[in-house]
């Protein structure tokens, strides 16, 4: 996981783009790099799947087997072939996409408001609360995410919602800290202290000026977590503790068919397989463009 | 990272740089670690494949069948009520640890078993030890058992003596829990015995390098054939395809725990060969009978109409199995050739669930307390031999049961969590099955059945049944007891007692000069046969 640590104001940002708006010079800078362009069109094939798949095709994995045409080689009628129930590969690795990055996205959600919240408050407040905030943060960066997100599952029990509860959990702390550091820098800058001294309340100092100032770098974070939460929700689906049979999901699908590697049927473990690698790079591409896009100090200037 | 973890595993499995073992080692893959090698106490099939090799019995199985031959014992008689066995014992045989296996030996083996207050009975109890199937055969311990005296009549003769006469005794006997272990080290190691086993059998026990492999060495003294291969490993793989790849490789020279799709690549390789257990095992669904939609019959009926067997079988067993349409696989001698299996039909268990009122489908159930809940229906997470690839099973039930509108949701757990389950009677609709020990119908169908409405057989409680199959274990006339058995089958088939789904024929890999290896219907098979050439 990449914590990263970009201090953005909105003014430098402002100064860079030569009167535009910050937001769109950021959005120039990040499609002039060829690399963030394809993690971009990535991103965006994927999320376009999911969103159109339900509304254009209606799939019930209840009833999907036919043990007659089980691991057929990719044809014209299956692109992807058939999996080892006779079951289209094309369709599940598609529905498999909304489940997925379903997962994923929400999971990541979830983290990035209760984590920046979090931050936030133990930066602006100080103190105890920053001390027992990030005490507890720190405990569960402890253990190794993946590891802990497993546990997780395995103590209240496999499932997507429970998947979901688990990988927020372990990112978390990434948000807090990334958030709190960004309030430390922010308190102590001149316009700041001008809100303040002009009578603002200290939580319209907080809502008002330091949360919009910090979003940069929370977002790239957030682009990358997301490639992270994807595999997380892969490696427990490929567990079996996340989505539940016949539920099409990436992970899962791969752990029910690498055992056919030996008997040659290498179209059922490839395309999930490849979908999981896709979605992954298309995300960090597309963080690390955002990455140089928001950093002012990185760009031409 | 999962990409990571399938590269690695694959890696591991072709490339992998062990070195081939020498013309005088054997090496077999196994599906798993064994738990222990006390025979006495263990009940797990990774386990026994070691003991059978360290022990003996006073019986043992011949070649492929369930029939009795001489072990330990020469000879033996029974009286004419059947209750009075006398064994006659092969002279001269010693235990690895030179102790000479007389009838004392036998004699301290017995009470080890059957009394509990014998100290190597007792410290097994405490340290979570059960003899189970002591209990299990033999109708528990001290006064409650079935066996009432075991004497050593001269040092080579004992005599033992039945309360009344129990038709598989001798079939019994010959099961790898009651090989004889010498009397000696167990006293020397007390629950410790099963990390340093001794016995009379072919192989000596040398190593358990945990989780990798246990090493045994030939017996030169053996008292029947002698080992052909010097050395033999038993090493644990748990992956099937890994497994495989060491196969291929040349690391290992034979395994169990095929994946049905790969029978094909083993039949079709001209290094290695396919050989299969005569069947001995039945793949099952079970309903919980406190449900109380399933304790109306013609829901039962209707699963039992709406799953295409024949489809499964023919799909997923890999060309080894047969589909089932009772417990008993057909080689057993109580199997009912005239049984009707209910055919596969959707629109008649459509029908038949209108009937039932569930026109609209099931896809809630309501338990006899009252609580309602989504309608699980639940698999196990390890590959059996009666059920190869348990996932893909219940995929394809569930979408038949999915197309005749009764709507499950699959969930496994840990095999030893599932067994608990089902032994408390936790899981409404669940897969499991069975493989026989002894070749007796008994040890089937009584196993289940013999006590309606137990937790761990889901509540069922057929009494007439049990009646049945009470009155064939005290009977010893073979012929009278099989038109029992076969009553009985036809009994389960007109309740819907259970959903028999299929038998396997568990298939095990070898490389093509491997000779002389005998796959048992029990499992548990000997490696004093085999040799490489």
């Known amino acids: ?59 019930d994995a209840r009833t999907d087997a036919n043990l007659t045409s089980r691991l057929r080689p990719p044809t014209a009628a299956h692109p992807f072939g058939t999996d080892s129930l006779g079951r289209d590969i094309l369709v599940r690795v598609v529905h498999a996409t909304r489940v997925s990055l379903g997962l994923a996205i929400s ?175 298309g995300f960090n591409l597309l963080g690390d463009g955002l990455r140089d896009a928001l950093d002012p100090r990185l760009g031409q200037g | 990272m999962r990409l990571l973890t399938l590269t690695s595993l694959l890696v591991a499995a072709l490339v992998s740089a062990a070195p081939a073992a020498s013309a005088q080692t054997f090496v077999f893959g ?32 011949r070649g492929a069948t369930t029939e009795v031959e001489p072990a330990l014992a020469e000879k033996w008689e029974v009286s004419r009520d059947g209750k009075v066995w006398t064994f006659q014992l092969r002279r001269s045989v010693k235990f690895h640890d030179g102790t000479p296996l007389d009838a004392a030996a036998i004699v301290w083996n017995f009470e080890r078993w059957w009394k509990a207050s014998h100290p190597q009975h007792d410290n097994q109890v405490k340290a979570g030890q059960t003899f189970e199937y002591w209990e299990a055969q033999f109708a528990g311990f001290d006064d409650k058992s079935i066996v009432g005296a075991v004497d050593a009549v001269g040092t080579h003769t004992v005599r033992i003596t039945l309360k009344e006469p129990q038709a598989p005794f001798l079939a019994n006997l010959a099961m790898f829990v009651f090989d004889i272990a010498s009397p000696k080290a167990v006293e020397r190691w007390g629950t410790e015995f099963g990390k340093h086993p001794v016995g009379t059998g072919a192989y000596k026990f040398v190593e358990w390098k945990p989780n990798q492999e246990v090493v045994l060495e030939a017996n030169a003294d053996y008292w029947g054939q002698k080992p052909r291969i010097k050395r033999l490993v038993i090493r644990n793989l748990k992956d099937n395809s890994q497994r495989l790849g060491a196969l291929k490789a040349g690391e290992i020279h034979g395994m169990e725990g095929l994946n049905p799709d790969d029978v094909g ?82 629109s008649h268990a459509q029908a038949l669930l209108r009937e039932a009122g569930l026109s609209q489908g099931l896809s809630d159930i309501t338990w006899e307390d009252g609580k309602k809940e989504p309608l699980v229906f639940w698999y196990m997470s390890r590959s ?55 070749g007796d119908p008994d040890n089937f169908l009584c196993y289940f059945f013999c006590q309606p409405g137990a937790a761990r057989e889901g509540f069922y409680a057929n009494k007439p049944l049990a009646d049945v199959l009470l009155r064939a274990q005290k009977l010893t006339q073979q012929s009278e007891r099989a038109k029992l058995y076969r009553q009985a089958e036809q009994l389960l088939r007109d309740d819907v007692g259970r959903l028999f789904v299929a038998n396997n024929q568990p298939p095990l890999a070898f490389a093509k000069r491997v000779k002389g290896y005998v796959p048992h219907p029990t499992g548990s098979e000997y490696f004093n046969t085999v040799e490489m050439q």
């Open chain 1, 1 to 59: 996981m990449t914590t990263l640590d970009v201090a953005v104001d909105r003014r430098a940002v402002a100064m860079t783009g030569r009167g535009r708006s910050p937001a769109s010079a950021a959005w120039r800078r990040l499609v002039a790099s060829p690399a963030a362009r394809a993690g971009l069109i990535m991103v965006a094939a994927f999320v376009l799947v999911a969103l159109v798949t339900p509304v254009v095709h209606l799939y």
């Open chain 1, 107 to 281: 999971a990541v959600a979830v983290a990035t408001v209760i984590g920046s919240a979090l931050g936030f408050l133990a930066g602006y407040l100080r103190g105890r609360v920053d001390l027992v905030v990030m005490f507890c943060m720190d405990i569960v960066l402890a253990f190794p995410a993946t590891l802990l997100a497993i546990a997780i599952v395995a103590m209240i029990g496999p499932g997507l919602r429970n998947s979901l509860f688990a990988i927020s959990l372990v990112s978390i702390p990434a948000y807090a800290r990334l958030s709190r550091s960004s309030v430390l820098e922010l308190r102590e800058q001149e316009f700041v202290l001008a809100a303040r001294g002009l009578g603002c309340s200290g939580w319209r100092v907080l809502a008002g000026h330091i949360v919009p100032n910090s979003l940069p770098p929370l977002i790239v974070q957030t682009t990358l977590s997301i490639a992270f939460a994807i595999l997380e929700a892969a490696a427990l689906g490929f567990l079996g503790l996340g989505a539940q049979p016949p539920t099409p999901e990436w992970g899962a699908m791969l752990a029910d068919s690498y055992k056919y590697f030996t008997s040659g049927a290498w179209w059922v473990f490839c395309f999930p397989g490849a979908a999981i690698m896709l979605s992954v790079l």
């Open chain 2, 30 to 61: 196994a599906q798993g670690e064994p738990v222990q090698l006390d025979p006495a106490v263990i009940t797990d099939g990774i386990s026994s494949r070691l003991t059978r090799q360290i022990f003996d019995g006073l019986v043992k199985y």
């Open chain 2, 265 to 346: 690549v083993v039949k079709n390789d001209a290094n290695l060969q396919l050989l299969l257990r005569p069947t001995n095992t039945t793949g099952y669904i079970a309903f919980n009978y406190k449900v109380k939609e399933f304790q109306d019959k013609r829901v039962r009926q209707a699963f039992a109409h709406a799953i295409n067997k024949r489809g499964i079988v023919d799909a997923l067993y890999g060309g080894t199995g047969l589909v089932a349409s009772q417990f008993q696989p057909p080689a057993l001698w109580g199997y009912n050739r005239e049984l009707k299996d209910y055919e596969y039909g959707p």
């Open chain 2, 384 to 438: 059996r031999p009666y059920f190869p690839n348990p996932k893909e099973i219940a995929e394809a039930m569930a979408a038949d049961l999915a197309k005749v509108g009764v709507k499950t949701q699959l969930q496994t757990t840990e095999w030893a969590v599932y067994l608990d389950k089902r032994k408390n009677g936790q899981m409404p609709l669940y897969m499991l099955g069975w493989t026989g020990d002894n």
